[in-house]
């Protein structure tokens, strides 16, 4: 089956509004945030453009997860995504070669592609299971399909997690992670998103509190009194910087790099 679609002109104008987006930060027209923004919107175009250049089947939805769900897409990070089958019906081989050819063209456009291809009850399922994939599910985005189907599993998502069972499991997570770091956020060549204090442990506070349904974002737990209006500025600034920290990584080493290695620290 032939692809209906330029994938070299897809690749080109990934780059092109890629490059344009670099200039724009590196001359601090564009805040951190604003940046990775941009950088998951101009993804979220592309996939929508293939997707139905390949006519795939109107049952099938595509989500975006991970960071990339969040709407927080770093200059060389992975982009990850859920395709979302239906239950209770068997897609025809022919559908099932479309999927393929998206994931492939994904690739060959330039991104590192980060996928699984689930019915609902096998989300439910594997994140009864694996604490990872209900933390997926927590901060996941409806890119093409049924809204109301993205609705039922956004809903159920957020209904699995027990918030105790939840806090444990992320808490152990926590400290297996700095433990790898031996608890020290003072390493010389620190890790911007994995070592303590890194984006990871902020990123660690606004699960559990999305699983626990208080808020999803430091304005939110401003609100509900969770923090006070000193906390959430110095969460901000603290974010920024490690924000900038990061993105400056992936520009200077041309690739995923977290680790802020000697060679990057002037």
């Known amino acids: 089956m032939s692809l209906p679609v330029n994938v070299q002109a897809f690749k080109q104008a990934l780059q092109q509004q890629r490059d344009a987006l670099r200039q724009a930060y590196l001359a601090e027209q564009l805040a951190p945030h604003a940046l990775l923004t941009q950088l998951s919107s101009g993804v979220d175009a592309l996939m929508r453009e293939v997707w139905y250049?390949?006519?795939?089947?109107?049952?099938?939805?595509?989500?975006?997860?991970?960071?990339?769900?969040?709407?927080?897409?770093?200059?060389?990070?992975?982009?990850?995504?859920?395709?979302?089958?239906?239950?209770?019906?068997?897609?025809?081989?022919?559908?099932?070669?479309?999927?393929?050819?998206?994931?492939?063209?994904?690739?060959?456009?330039?991104?590192?592609?980060?996928?699984?291809?689930?019915?609902?009850a096998e989300c439910l399922d594997e994140a009864s299971k694996d604490i990872t994939?209900?933390?997926?599910?927590?901060?996941?985005?409806?890119l093409v399909g049924d809204e109301q189907r993205f609705s039922r599993l956004a809903e159920a998502a957020h209904q699995q997690p027990d918030c105790k069972d939840f806090f444990d499991a992320k808490l152990l997570e926590q400290q297996q992670r700095h433990a790898r770091f031996q608890g020290s956020a003072s390493k010389l060549e620190a890790n911007t998103k994995e070592s303590p204090g890194g984006l990871r442990d902020l990123h660690t506070v606004l699960w559990?509190?999305?699983?626990?349904?208080?808020?999803?974002?430091?304005?939110?737990?401003?609100?509900?009194?969770?923090?006070?209006?000193?906390?959430?500025?110095?969460?901000?600034?603290?974010e920024r910087v490690l924000q900038n920290l990061r993105i400056a990584l992936h520009y200077q080493a041309k690739r995923r790099e977290d680790r802020l290695l000697f060679e990057y620290q002037t």
């Not at 089947?57 to 995504?81: H, K, Q, T």
Request: hydrophobic share 45%; net charge negative.
């Open 133 to 142: 994939v209900q933390t997926t599910l927590l901060e996941m985005r409806l």
């Open 53 to 120: 250049a390949l006519s795939i089947s109107p049952s099938c939805n595509l989500l975006a997860v991970g960071g990339y769900g969040r709407g927080e897409l770093y200059p060389a990070s992975d982009v990850d995504i859920l395709i979302l089958l239906p239950d209770g019906v068997a897609l025809a081989e022919d559908e099932l070669q479309k999927i393929e050819q998206f994931i492939g063209a994904m690739w060959d456009i330039g991104l590192e592609l980060g996928h699984s291809v689930r019915t609902f």
């Open 208 to 238: 559990i509190t999305k699983a626990c349904q208080v808020g999803g974002d430091w304005r939110s737990l401003l609100k509900i009194g969770m923090l006070s209006v000193q906390e959430v500025r110095l969460l901000l600034r603290s």
